[in-house]
């Protein structure tokens, strides 16, 4: 979203005799992972009296996907170093 649009596009309702009364941005969308300016949305909604509603999404589908799988292959080598250890510890003992 663009702030000056979004100034714009605000001026334009109000004139039409239409009240706005709320903002939807969002923080890291699931196709793109794409961040809307938050900080200057928000002037703009201060400014209008406006309610600033924020979506997130930590990362894209994508990403996501990577990291489950990397946390996933992590969680097994720590696990298998555990049980590897334990046995060998049976072993010794």
């Avoid at 100034?7 to 709320?22: H, L, V």
């Avoid at 938050?38 to 979506?55: E, N, Q, R, T, Y």
Wanted: with cysteine; proline share 3%.
């Amino acid at each position: 979203m663009i702030p000056e649009d979004l100034e714009e596009k605000i001026q334009a309702t109000k004139c039409s005799e239409r009240i706005p009364f709320f903002v939807c941005t969002t923080c890291g969308t699931t196709v793109l992972g794409s961040f809307d300016p938050i900080d200057k949305i928000a002037d703009v909604c201060d400014k209008h009296k406006l309610w600033l509603h924020v979506d997130v999404s930590i990362l894209s589908y994508d990403l996501m996907t990577l990291f489950v799988r990397q946390l996933i292959s992590v969680i097994t080598v720590i696990l298998y170093d555990v049980v590897l250890t334990a046995s060998n510890r049976q072993a010794a003992s």
